[in-house]
Structure formats: structure tokens, C-alpha cells
């Protein structure tokens, strides 16, 4: 076994995953799994910038993941950085920083990469599993982007498009700096309409349809679980693999997007960083299950982050 660690740093939360890996038999021990809240993109739509207070507060974040890859001892630590560090004019001082911090430089990776990760931290543990038909579509719904693969054993095609549940909320659901509560009807509205051109272009690209089993990643996917599960707190591993399906998901996206913050904050399995942004992010899910007619999705709480632990520990090979 290799004792690696992973940081995935999206728009929306960094992640920190410390595990034993070993790439001969596809076994991969959690030894510490976290996420902090950090929207390192803030305003960057908009702006084109990080701002300083998110690049402050993910750098906080950093300190503290530094001290747990030396409390575990990690051998090889890989820092990736996804949608709002590749869009940000200042992404050279995101860049000094996290060296600084952790010893090793983000990997500012393309959203082909990106999804290529999220495909094979998902699938690599399904790929034994009879009641799940290839090939999978994989979809990682983030803050700033959305990752799209098909594939089988190897991937066929994959897309990343800018509709991620940050992005979304910010450019349609803000108005001089407060959020939509609820959104109105024509503000949805805009938003479905992002979401169906983004569709149009990942299809010249991607085969969404031919996919057999959808694969939802990401925090709007996993509490839309929570929330149809009704869990009285977030719980992974009641999360993790579990099967929602699509009249569920439907039904869920339309009672995000017509309660108030306070509704959806008293949810017990909301994390209070996602209360503004998940109606955004459930409607991302809802409209891609419309468009290839999936009948449900399966959950993975394994995701880029377990990706980039694989590619951690075959690097040591």
C-alpha cells in the first residue's frame, strides 16, 4: 500500500483526502476525508479575479490539510485546482501561496482532465457490479463547472461546461449582492435556459445519450440523496451508492427553488455552505436526467478526489 494525499480545490470547498492505496487490486483505505467551505470563486464570474478575502480563507484551509498530510505521513501529495483558478486573472497568487503552505504546486488542471479524474474516482469500484449497465455517464456537478464523461472501461468522450451551481446562482439568482429568496419564476427560467445550451454543446462532443447508468458527483448530487433519503444529518455512507430516482429528484428541485433560505438551512442534512447555492445545483441534476431520459441516478461519494488519489499513488509506482 501507498500512503498518499489528495486536495481537490473547486470554486465552491476544497477537499482533503489521506488514504492507503494500492493500484494492483483497486483497494483504496479512507485514512482522513474532509471538506471546508470556501468559495474560493467568489464573484469571479463577474469580476474575472480571486478575491482576496477567498484567497484567504482557502489558505486557511491549506494550513490545516498541511498539518494532517504530516500527522499521517503521507509519500506523495498532489494539489489540484479546477474551475475558478483556471478563470482567474490572479491565479499566480493562488499559486505562491499553496506552495508556500503545502510544498507542492496546484495543478491548474483543463476540464477534460478534470473530468477524466472524476470518472475514474467514480467508476473504479462499480466496475464488478452486474446491476449497473455500461456504458456510465458521469457527471460532476460543481461550483463553477460541470464535468461530463462517457465511458466504459476507458472513457469515450467527456466535456466540461460553465454551469456549475456557484456560477449559476451568481449570474442569475443575485441582485446587489443578495440572493434571490425564493427565485422567481423567470430567474429559473434563465437558468434552465444556461443549463440546455451548455447540453447542446457537451452533446457534439459527448455521447450523453448511448450511457446506460447515470453517475452523479458532488455536493448538490449527495444532498439531493440526503434530502430524498430524509437522513437526519449528512451521512456518507448511507449516501454512497444509493439509487434516486428521477420523480424524486424532480420533486426535490421544485421544492428548493420555491422555499427561502431559512426553509432550506433547517434541512438536517444541509451544509449551511450549499444553502444558497443547491436549488441552482439540484436544477443542473434535474434538467441532464430530462435530457437523456434517465429514470435515476447513482450516487458516488467517490469522486475526482479518489481520482486524484489513484493518480497519487501510480506516480510512485
Not at 19 to 47: C, F, K, N, W, Y
Amino acid at each position: 500500500m501507498t500512503r498518499v494525499a489528495a486536495i481537490d480545490c473547486g470554486t465552491n470547498s476544497i477537499r482533503l483526502l489521506v488514504a492507503d492505496a494500492d493500484p494492483s487490486t483497486g483497494e483504496l483505505i479512507d485514512l482522513d476525508r474532509r471538506m471546508t467551505i470556501v468559495r474560493l470563486g467568489q464573484g469571479v464570474d463577474r469580476t474575472g479575479r480571486l478575491a482576496p478575502e477567498a484567497l484567504e480563507r482557502t489558505f486557511a484551509a491549506c494550513k490545516e490539510y498541511a498539518a494532517i498530510i504530516k500527522e499521517h505521513g503521507a509519500e506523495r501529495v498532489r494539489f489540484v485546482a479546477t474551475s475558478a483558478s483556471r478563470d482567474a486573472e490572479n491565479r499566480d497568487e493562488f499559486v505562491r501561496g499553496v506552495l508556500d503552505i503545502l510544498g507542492v504546486e496546484p495543478e491548474v488542471i483543463t476540464g477534460d482532465e478534470e473530468a477524466e479524474f472524476s470518472f475514474t474516482g467514480a467508476t473504479k469500484e462499480l466496475s464488478g457490479r452486474e446491476d449497473l449497465a455500461k456504458p456510465y455517464l458521469v457527471v460532476d456537478i460543481g461550483g463553477g463547472s460541470t464535468e461530463f464523461v462517457v465511458g466504459d472501461d476507458h472513457v469515450r468522450g467527456a466535456r466540461s461546461v460553465d454551469i456549475g451551481c456557484v456560477r449559476m446562482t451568481e449570474r442569475h439568482l443575485v441582485h446587489d449582492g443578495v440572493v434571490a429568496d425564493p427565485p422567481t419564476p423567470a430567474q429559473i427560467s434563465a437558468i434552465r435556459a444556461d443549463i440546455e445550451a451548455a447540453l447542446d454543446l457537451v452533446e457534439q462532443a459527448v455521447p450523453l445519450r448511448e450511457a446506460r447508468t447515470l453517475v452523479g458527483l458532488a455536493g448538490s448530487v449527495t444532498t439531493v440523496s440526503a434530502i430524498a433519503q430524509d437522513l437526519p444529518a449528512y451521512d456518507p455512507a448511507a449516501i454512497h451508492h444509493s439509487r434516486v430516482p428521477y420523480a424524486s429528484v424532480r420533486e426535490i428541485t421544485e421544492s428548493l427553488l420555491t422555499s427561502t433560505h431559512a426553509e432550506r438551512a433547517a434541512i438536517p442534512s444541509m451544509h449551511p455552505g450549499r444553502v444558497d447555492v443547491i436549488g441552482a445545483g439540484a436544477l443542473v441534476l434535474l434538467t441532464i436526467m430530462e435530457r437523456i431520459g434517465a429514470e435515476e441516478v447513482v450516487v458516488s461519494e467517490h469522486d475526482i478526489l479518489d481520482g486524484i488519489a489513484w493518480k497519487a499513488a501510480e506516480d510512485l509506482q
